[in-house]
């Protein structure tokens, strides 16, 4: 009996470790998880790399919240409202040294979610 105890009480925190986890982030983990999968299925990784690590495309490693210099010579800073802008009309803010990235069909659910994502990316 005291082996059948053990694990219902290790059952019981690791539940309450999970709901504890899922309560910090917001319910987030499932956002940040599509907006990779997006990411991924609609072609990103093609020009922005694996993870976001940089290729024809700027890198989107550590980029939130980091000055972002645009073909005009000014600076942006790529906050959620950059972000959002550079997936949703990707010439209006054209990145230096970059090719204008190509339309895309995104809902406004699946830009966030790929934006949440970015975020996670350091």
């Known amino acids: 009996m005291t ?16 709901l504890t ?5 917001g319910g987030s983990g499932q956002t940040q998880s599509e907006g990779e999968r997006l990411f991924n299925s609609q ?5 922005h790399g694996p993870g976001g690590a940089g290729a024809m495309g700027p890198t989107l490693a550590g980029v939130y919240l980091d000055q972002v210099r645009l073909a005009d010579g000014s600076t942006v800073v790529a906050d959620e409202a950059y972000l959002r802008l550079a997936i949703t009309d990707p010439g209006a803010q054209q990145v230096d040294g970059y090719l204008e990235m190509p339309a ?3 809902t406004a ?11 996670t990316l350091g």
């Open 21 to 25: 986890v899922a309560a910090c982030n």
């Open 104 to 106: 895309n069909n995104l």
């Open 3 to 18: 082996g059948l105890r053990f694990h219902a009480v290790a059952l019981a925190a690791a539940i309450g470790t999970a």
């Open 109 to 119: 659910e699946q830009v966030q979610a790929i934006v949440a994502w970015i975020k």
């Open 43 to 47: 072609g990103c990784v093609a020009c």
